[in-house]
């Protein structure tokens, strides 16, 4: 900027002068801890933070030493906010002594204090840090890593990494640190090295000097560098050198400066990760190649990083045992290594330092401790330290190297040009870019007062950073201020200027703080100042006189400036008051910056912004992007420096300075121009001149006068009242007429911009046509407009005067002020290769595209008019039905405007597009709606496009709206206007947690008695599903264990009182029997349906055993010793109740391991319930959490129940995983998993069984040899001779059994690598019997020795092995239909055999037969019958008959015994086989046989039968039955459990009592939320929990372990969908369709259900459906997967439904009569103006339509009743249609015809966007889209639109007759035509498309004599029938309009 003027000129003001002291400093003076004690210990503190005026500051800084000073230090970040959105704050992170306090805050927000950490040694430094969590180490996934937020704080021996989650880490350090880099991938470690010299040794390799860590746990790794050589070969190395220092580190790009201390040069390195190659070069790297930086090689680099430091005392000698930790380069020599005795062994203190680090800090420091080996013989003299040996022994001898993580690549080097001073280090790097995004890397070297700015620019790949040259700027401090793209530079005059990359912007001024060049000497001569050539010499008396008038800031100072503000002017100008000038920049945040200053205060100051209002952003952003780089600069920065001025504009003035700005710039000279000329700036009374071109006469000229008396400020004053009581007369201004500044307007040729003013136009006319997309601009239109049309004139370009005239028929008049270019210059204009001669306009283009005519590609700028962009592709998408439109390289339609010349294009082939046929319009609709979410177009853009543009995206919208698919992301629902659709997404993605209908009553709110373990219960959904009766309460009652049962005993006379007593007690035993056997069932009810509070223990429910007698309610109690009472009674029946208690724990609960140990009880007679909770911990996931040793723990303790449910639970947890540590864990209690030398462990019986099914649960379905061999033998383990395996072992081998067919789980005959094992053949002889085979394998020693007690022979003992045999082989073969295994299973059929099979055998086998055969199953009693053999129909006795037959050979008893237990197997086959499934012919058949056996209990002759079998099969049937019903709640079954439960005497035990409320909790499974699910591993599960035979007492586990009974939770699913209302958040009913796939059985069918409901199994469905009329429908479709549907059954089946307007939900209008109203109104439409506003109420409850209707429709006094009755029905219309959204587009339309009518049309925009909806209705498209689907109503009213258009044609008919005819002849003949029509002649032109007068005259208008002749003329140009009609008379000479 050569003259002075300019630079006197621009100034440029900051803001926001605020007194800046870092927050942590005072936060630390009251923060307990020990460095205040030694602060307050020094004088008085209070001073030393004072802020009470500077001398007493500095006074106070004199006293404290400087050691003090420099403890502290801060650095500021921009804010970051936790979820993304966008935050303007600073954060600081404030450091002093042992202290880090991280505190937020900005201008708008108070400060307050993040985080405070103590550590226990100084602080060395303290920074943020994102480390990556990423399993995949690669680069290239970078983005989609999860970053953990981090804090690190350095000390002297260890870092420690705080995250944002909570985390703690400590990493001990191996080496002294000199610097801690955060980088884009971790921290990056300096090591120090001392200065002082090494004496010289043996030659060795040095060792690295830098090192990251990835991450806190991660190993501390060396890095290496990678440096090309001159001849393009490049090498791998670690970086040794110490002369290299970092000065700088960035994370984006991720680059590392370095500085070379040995020749003062600096570097610039890519920071990345290694790949795998070049990490393996660096280890592999032989002794051969020792390089001249003596690269370390492999072996002794790892030596040295692994070698301990062996104890050598630090002083032993200064030769042996040098350290990494001091190191000093020499040129001639290696480095070297010497050990400083300051610190002493490290490994030692970090051990003793660091208690939390337990084994870490072995492998950390032993690795690390890099002091080095060396192989002098002296060594070994020292090593005889006692110390040494001991930590010698931890190392193994060799251990695997260390890899490198990060590598730096060599990427630019100063040049050695000049001779550098040794110190020229950088003391400040940073990247600034320029305010056209050129990017800068500037380092200042103090020490030469100068500023180095390297550009650099990515390469065209983007693999690497290419650097230009350096600028150097004179400088002593500078700072980036990223949010304007400049940077601030304080000179060493002290003057601070801002600089946009290396272009100077101008100084800053600070209001309140003097100008530095006052009190420093300025170089430069100041012409203008009143103080002319004073300098710094001059006495400081004179200078006084005229500070005054420089000093005081010219800004009325409005705000309060602070306290500094005051002490420097209102105390007297001592010299050190005069003395503050700024000494150093700090801590740059967006636009904020700190200024230090030379007496210590600082302040913090904002730099103003480029521009406020978005109009002008827009506008800059267009120029600066079409114009050259140096150029668009230039222009910013003449913008920057007039914008930001001392005084600058306010927002709404800050149009007109930028108009001004830019026309100067453009050679206007804008005082002499009648439009901008009375610009008035400020819209105050102060006068600020617009900028002018700045004159060298100083003298001033008569136009300033007149200029004076021209400017607003002159009126103001005219008018102001001291003007009339001063009586002042008013001035004569000459009047300009318009005249005279016609002969003299020409443009400056000169100027910057000139020679680009068509390419500004032209993007200028972009950002017009941009802004006109959205409603909101109108204002910023109107003023562009003006600009625009100035330009347009002058260019001569009648187009587009034609255009804007067309568009603002008000704003711009016919003629205006032209303002002349010679024909000369003309020349030098460059008209760039994107200008058209004909204005784009995006209103015309849609307009074309609707009528199908061909389209020219739309112009666009990349950045700047993406709505353009947006709403053209759209409509080429939906209109054109272009499905490539979306492609990147849609030439075709955009050509994307570039600064790089292009070839002229060729002229654009116009082929006519039709609406393509290819893809259905669903898919069209459906491709644009989610192509506008991915662009990121919301519901708001939507509503600020003008209605007509928006018409077809609503359409589309609409389309999509009817069947969106159920997998759209969010934002794409939310775009529709589903809101249903959208929360579920929102909810997907969240994770799993508690959900919408968690029940939020807390559990403490009812008392203690009120506990029965039921109340955490979803009341809401079950009172859906269960509305009609009471039936849950029923449940509950029967189910609770918690309260005294009732002991209703009568007293006969002839009993004693004793004798009573006893009876009460023997019956309250009965009852007791009941109550034990409750708990499983309450489990199976409350099923997953808690989510606990982690701070409170699981509340577990009194298990109550007393009851109470009436009539006077007294106790009894069975602890009286009135009776015998068996020992252990409840120790089963607690631990079901802990089992029922962790059930109710919900999967997605956040549980840890301390919780779990949190809740072990504290009295020794709970630990049965903590053991039953732990097994439901692992029923249901959560035991996993639970800590390895807290699991030996519990082990350890040999309690019998805790190791069972432990055992139990674990296996479950890790469920057909092979767990290593698992299958460990079980096999320590499995005997014949052990190696036989191993010693013989006391494992409890059932603790053994517990563990086999464990291991059964853990290979589930894994076929995994070695198990399986095993456990096939343990099926038939002999009992041994010492009393071993005699007890119980029928449960042993049972489970042996199960668990053999869990592991081969439906294998069948593809048993892999088992065919040696014979296993079917083996399981067969197990069932039937025969001789023992030899014991193969490791075990045979054990089973030499028979027992003593047991005299088996040599036989199997099938007794034992035959039930676990039977069902391996079910398991093995279940669902293969392998009819030969199937045969082996059959029923005997003679009477000989029969007697050899105990009839319970013959349920199992007949289970297991129909488990096999899978697919005969058939739901019918006949399918039933079929599977008893015939000998045993034909003589089976029906149990009702009186007599029994007698027969010799038949055994009776046999024969009925077999009969009912056949049947029971069928029936519990018939309840697998569609468990789950509600199927009605399964019920109905199973319900009979349970009928039958109550029957047959009560039959005379059940005796023969046995009471006890019968009980047993009627307890099967009902199992089944509850399961084909499971979750249902049938009332059916209900009542049967109900029934059973009563009964309490006789044959009923325990075991039957567990067996029906089992039934009755399968039936209420998860208080409806779950059902069965029919997988191979849930039957595997279920046939564990309910095998057939029952306990018949409560400490019975003989034949079948009880805690196997809870497995049925492995078999639950969840199944329920509940619909939930999305707009009240409350469960409602809604009807589902669901389409089930066509199977060998049924064709594909569909079924409608009422939800909330249980769904079927999902594998058997196609698809679900919400159905209409009352919800929006919504479908689901399972063919492309199930995984959308099972996360939502598994959150609780949430499945979001949304109301359609007018109708009501299921629960308030259950028959749909309320809404039938909608429907009469909507079929005869006479009536809709019957329509009262007031019902609407019942249609919609969107409150926007509920206020319109109360404000609009509804009589006032304003408002007349047409009105009232279009609102009414336009209103009545929206909602039946249901789119609300297009109210506002009826309203505008009616708003604008009344206009028109009323000839009020200030602006044509109206109704351009009427003549759009007409178009888009009769558009091909739209009419295609109709016939294909006839049932969609039309979008909008189909009366209303033919209306419009008719009063739109009457108006503007008559018009034309009432003269408007020969306003447009004038138009057409471009003469003038008067004023007051020019707004109805712009509507009839735009309305009727008549195209510009420029076009007319190449078709030769005169001349024409018919009507057919203007038709075929007019073809070319395109215009409709309709308007040449109208045309025609004008056209050939006749003046009458034909009217239609």
Not at 424 to 431: D, E, T
Not at 1294 to 1301: E, S
């Amino acid at each position: 900027m050569s003259n002075f003027y300019e630079e006197r000129a621009t100034m440029i003001a900051a803001g926001d002068l605020q007194e800046f002291v870092p927050f942590g400093r005072d936060h630390c003076k009251h923060h307990p801890n020990a460095l205040n004690l030694q602060l307050r210990q020094l004088q008085p503190a209070s001073e030393l933070w004072s802020s009470d005026g500077a001398a007493g500051l500095v006074g106070s800084l004199q006293e404290v030493t400087i050691h003090e000073k420099q403890k502290e230090s801060w650095q500021l970040r921009k804010g970051v906010s936790e979820i993304g959105e966008e935050v303007d704050y600073d954060e600081e992170l404030y450091m002093a002594g042992n202290m880090v306090i991280w505190s937020k805050g900005s201008k708008s927000q108070a400060l307050a204090v993040y985080k405070a950490f103590t550590v226990d040694s100084p602080v060395q430094q303290a920074l943020w840090c994102d480390f990556i969590i990423s399993q995949d180490k690669s680069d290239k996934d970078y983005s989609s890593d999860e970053v953990e937020k981090c804090i690190c704080i350095l000390q002297s021996s260890c870092i420690n990494m705080h995250s944002i989650e909570g985390k703690d880490y400590i990493a001990p350090l191996p080496f002294q640190v000199a610097n801690v880099w955060p980088t884009k991938y971790g921290l990056l470690f300096e090591r120090s090295s001392s200065s002082c010299e090494v004496p010289p040794g043996p030659p060795r390799e040095p060792l690295p000097t830098l090192f990251s860590m990835l991450h806190p746990l991660d190993e501390i790794t060396p890095l290496i560098c990678k440096s090309g050589s001159l001849f393009g070969s490049s090498r791998v190395q670690y970086v040794v050198d110490h002369a290299m220092k970092i000065v700088f580190l960035h994370t984006d790009p991720s680059i590392v400066m370095t500085y070379d201390t040995v020749q003062g040069l600096h570097s610039v390195w890519a920071l990345r990760r290694v790949k795998t190659e070049e990490g393996n070069v660096v280890l592999k790297f032989s002794e051969q190649g020792g390089t001249p930086q003596n690269v370390a090689t492999s072996s002794s680099l790892t030596a040295h990083l692994r070698s301990l430091s062996k104890g050598d005392s630090p002083v032993a000698s200064p030769f042996q045992n040098y350290s990494i930790h001091s190191q000093s380069r020499s040129a001639s020599s290696p480095s070297l290594h010497s050990r400083s005795p300051s610190i002493s062994n490290m490994a030692a203190l970090s051990r003793a330092h660091s208690p939390a680090l337990g084994v870490y800090s072995f492998s950390g420091v032993q690795r690390f401790n890099l002091s080095s080996h060396n192989q002098s013989p002296k060594r070994h003299s020292f090593s005889h330290s006692p110390s040494s040996n001991s930590n010698g022994s931890f190392l193994a001898p060799e251990t695997e190297p260390i890899v490198p993580e990060l590598c730096i690549d060599h990427l630019w080097t100063e040049t050695i040009a000049r001779l550098r001073k040794k110190n020229s280090q950088a003391s400040k790097v940073f990247i600034t870019s320029d305010l056209c995004g050129q990017k800068f890397l500037c380092y200042l070297v103090e020490s030469e007062l100068q500023l180095r700015c390297i550009k650099f620019q990515a390469s065209n790949d983007k693999a690497q950073l290419i650097f230009g040259s350096v600028t150097s700027i004179p400088a002593k401090d500078a700072a980036p201020v990223e949010k304007i793209d400049t940077m601030l530079v304080l000179e060493s005059s002290g003057n601070l200027v801002l600089y946009t990359g290396v272009v100077r912007v101008g100084k800053v001024f600070i209001p309140g703080l003097p100008a530095p060049s006052l009190t420093m000497s300025n170089t430069m001569p100041r012409p203008s100042t009143p103080l002319d050539g004073v300098t710094t010499t001059n006495p400081l008396s004179k200078l006084l006189g005229s500070l005054d008038e420089v000093l005081v800031s010219p800004v009325p100072e409005l705000r309060d400036s602070s306290k500094l503000h005051e002490s420097l002017y209102t105390e007297d100008c001592t010299f050190q008051q005069l003395g503050t000038y700024i000494h150093s920049i700090r801590d740059p945040v967006r636009n904020r910056v700190t200024l230090e200053l030379s007496n210590g205060s600082m302040v913090r100051i904002t730099i103003p912004e480029i521009a406020t209002s978005e109009l002008v952003q827009t506008c800059l952003q267009a120029i600066k992007f079409i114009l050259p780089k140096e150029i668009a600069v230039q222009m910013l920065v003449k913008w920057y420096s007039v914008h930001s001025a001392p005084g600058g504009p306010s927002d709404h003035s800050e149009w007109n300075l930028f108009v001004t700005c830019l026309m100067n710039m453009m050679g206007y000279n804008t005082d002499r121009l009648a439009w901008t000329r009375n610009f008035d700036f400020e819209g105050s009374l102060s006068p600020v001149i617009a900028p002018k071109k700045a004159r060298p006469s100083e003298t001033g000229s008569d136009d300033d006068w007149e200029y004076l008396l021209n400017s607003d400020y002159h009126q103001n004053v005219e008018s102001h009242l001291l003007n009339r009581s001063l009586c002042l007369s008013p001035l004569e201004v000459s009047q300009m007429k318009d005249e005279d500044f016609s002969q003299n307007l020409s443009l400056d040729s000169s100027t910057l911009l000139f020679t680009h003013i068509p390419a500004i136009f032209f993007v200028l006319h972009l950002v017009y046509e941009e802004l006109k997309l959205n409603t909101l601009m109108g204002e910023g239109v109107r003023s562009l407009v003006e600009l625009l049309v100035q330009l347009a004139r002058d260019l001569k370009l009648e187009p587009y005067v034609d255009h804007y005239y067309r568009d603002y028929p008000t704003l711009v008049r016919t003629t205006g002020q032209v303002c002349t270019i010679d024909q000369g210059q003309t020349g030098s204009m460059q008209y760039p290769s994107f200008f058209t001669p004909e204005p784009p306009s995006v209103y015309q283009w849609v307009s074309s595209c609707l009528k199908g005519e061909g389209v020219p590609p739309y112009p666009y700028l990349p950045g700047i008019c993406e709505r353009g962009r947006l709403v053209v592709l759209s409509i080429a998408l939906y209109i054109l039905g272009d499905e490539s439109s979306l492609s990147d390289e849609s030439s075709q339609y955009l050509s994307r405007i570039s600064i790089a010349p292009q070839k002229p294009q060729a002229e654009q082939e116009e082929s006519r597009l039709s609406f393509s046929h290819s893809t259905s319009v669903s898919s069209l609709a459906e491709r644009l709606v989610v192509w506008m979410t991915n662009v990121g177009f919301t519901l708001r853009d939507l509503e600020t496009l003008p209605f007509g543009i928006a018409l077809p995206i609503r359409d589309a919208i609409y389309h999509c709206r009817e069947q969106p698919a159920s997998d759209w992301p969010e934002a794409v629902c939310l775009l529709i206007g589903r809101q249903d659709l959208s929360k579920q997404a929102c909810e997907g993605n969240l994770p799993k947690g508690k959900s919408v209908l968690s029940s939020d009553v807390p559990s403490g709110t009812e008392t203690e008695e009120e506990d029965d373990g039921m109340n955490d219960m979803n009341q809401e959904v079950m009172s859906l599903i269960w509305s009609e009766d009471l039936r849950v309460q029923d449940v509950r009652r029967l189910l609770q264990s918690a309260h005294p049962v009732r002991v209703n005993v009568v007293q006969y006379p002839e009993l004693s009182d004793h004798e009573f007593i006893e009876e009460k007690e023997n019956r309250l035993l009965q009852l007791c029997q009941r109550t034990m056997a409750l708990p499983v069932g309450r489990g199976m009810f409350t099923l997953f349906s808690y989510h606990p509070v982690p701070t409170e223990p699981l509340p577990i429910p009194k298990l109550n055993l007393t009851g109470r007698a009436p009539p006077r309610n007294t106790t009894v109690d069975l602890n009286s010793g009135n009776i015998d009472v068996p020992p252990n009674m409840t120790s089963w029946a607690s631990f079901h109740n802990g089992v029922a208690a962790g059930l109710k724990i919900a999967p997605a609960s956040q549980i840890d391991s301390a919780w779990i140990v949190y809740n072990k009880p504290k009295h020794a007679e709970l630990a049965n319930e903590y053991a039953g909770f732990l097994m439901a911990l692992g029923l249901n996931g959560h035991l996993t959490k639970l800590a390895t040793l807290n699991i030996h723990d519990y082990l350890t303790k040999g309690h019998e129940m805790t190791s069972i449910g432990l055992l139990l639970g674990v296996a479950a947890a890790k469920l057909g995983t092979m767990d290593m540590s698992v299958t460990r864990l079980l096999s320590i209690h499995i005997p014949a998993l052990l190696p036989p030398t191993s010693t013989e462990l006391d494992v409890p019986h059932n603790v053994q069984v517990a563990a086999v099914v464990g291991i059964g649960l853990v290979y589930q379905g894994t076929a995994h040899r070695h198990t399986a061999e095993v456990l096939l033998a343990e099926i038939g383990r002999p009992p041994g001779p010492e009393m071993e395996y005699c007890t119980d072992r029928e449960s042993y081998s049972l489970a042996a059994g199960l668990a053999l067919g869990m592991v081969c789980l439906g294998h069948g005959s593809n048993l892999i690598g088992m065919s040696d094992l014979n296993v079917p053949e083996q399981l067969y002889q197990y069932m039937v019997g025969g001789h023992r085979r030899f014991q193969a394998g490791m075990h045979r020693e054990k089973h030499k020795s028979p027992s003593y007690q047991i005299k088996e022979g040599d036989t199997i003992n099938v007794d034992v092995t035959c039930p676990g045999a039977t069902l391996a082989l079910a398991m093995i073969y279940l669902k293969t239909n392998n009819r030969s295994i199937a045969d082996w299973l059959r029923a005997p059929d003679t009477m000989y055999l029969l007697d050899f099979v105990k009839p319970e055998f013959l349920l199992l086998r007949t289970l297991a037969r129909c488990l096999i055969l899978w697919d005969d199953i058939l739901p019918n009693s006949k399918w039933v019958d079929s599977n008893v053999p015939q000998i045993i129909r034909e003589n089976s006795i029906s149990l009702s008959e009186i007599e029994l037959p007698c027969s010799e050979d038949l055994n009776l008893e046999t024969l009925s015994q077999a009969h009912v237990y056949i049947i029971a197997g069928a029936c519990l086959s018939l309840g697998f086989r569609f468990a789950g499934s509600e199927n009605l012919s399964a019920f109905n058949c199973l319900h009979k046989f349970a009928k039958d056996f109550m029957t047959y209990l009560s039959a005379p002759n059940a005796s023969v039968t046995g009471p006890y079998n019968l009980e047993t099969c009627l307890s099967v049937v009902l199992l089944s039955l509850a399961m084909v019903m499971a979750g249902s709640g049938n009332l059916k079954v209900l009542q049967l459990c109900r029934f059973l439960h009563m009964k309490t005497g006789g044959e009923m035990n325990y075991g039957f009592h567990l067996a029906h409320h089992m039934a009755l909790g399968l039936l209420f499974l998860g208080g409806g939320r779950y059902s069965l699910s029919t997988s191979n591993s849930s039957i595997a599960a279920l046939l564990c929990a309910l095998y057939p035979h029952f306990p018949a007492h409560s400490t019975d586990n003989r034949y079948h372990l009880q805690a196997l009974r809870h497995l049925y939770v492995l078999a639950a699913e969840p199944r329920l969908l509940v619909p939930v209302d999305v707009d009240t958040n409350m469960p409602c009913y809604a009807l589902l369709e669901v389409t089930y796939k066509g199977t060998q059985w049924y064709e594909q069918t569909k079924e409608e259900l009422m939800a909330p409901t249980l769904l079927p199994e999902l594998h058997l469905l196609k698809q679900i459906k919400v159905k209409g009329p009352r919800y929006w429908e919504l479908l689901i479709d399972l063919s492309k997967g199930t995984q959308h549907l099972k996360s939502i059954l598994s959150k609780d089946g949430v499945l979001y439904v949304k109301l359609r307007a007018g109708q009501l939900s299921y629960k308030e209008d259950p028959m749909g009569w309320q809404s039938l109203l909608a429907q009469t109104v909507a079929n005869r439409n006479s009536e809709a103006r019957a329509f009262k506003p007031e019902t609407i109420s019942t249609f919609t409850s969107d409150p926007a339509l509920l206020s319109f209707a109360e404000y609009f429709c509804k009589p006032t006094v304003n408002v007349g009743q047409e009105l009232l009755d279009l609102f009414s029905s336009v209103l009545y219309e929206c909602v039946t249609q249901e789119t609300p959204e297009m109210l506002p587009a009826y309203i505008a339309m009616d708003q604008a015809v009344r206009r028109l009518g009323r000839r009020e049309m200030s602006e044509t925009s109206d109704l351009w966007q009427i003549k759009l909806v007409l178009e888009f209705f009769s558009s091909r498209s739209h009419q295609e889209r109709l016939q294909n689907q006839p049932k969609r109503g039309l979008f909008m009213n189909s009366e209303f639109l033919p209306v419009v258009k008719c009063t739109i044609d009457n108006t503007l008919d008559q018009w034309l007759q009432a003269g408007g005819d020969r306003c447009v002849h004038a138009y057409l003949s471009g003469q003038p035509c008067e004023e007051s029509q020019l707004s109805m002649l712009a509507c009839f032109l735009v309305y009727h498309s008549v195209p510009a007068p420029q076009h007319l005259p190449s078709i030769g208008l005169e001349g024409s004599t018919s009507f057919a002749e203007l038709l075929f003329r007019f073809k070319q140009l395109k215009m409709p029938v309709r308007a040449l009609l109208r045309l025609a008379p004008l056209l050939l000479g006749n003046p009458q309009p034909m009217v239609m």
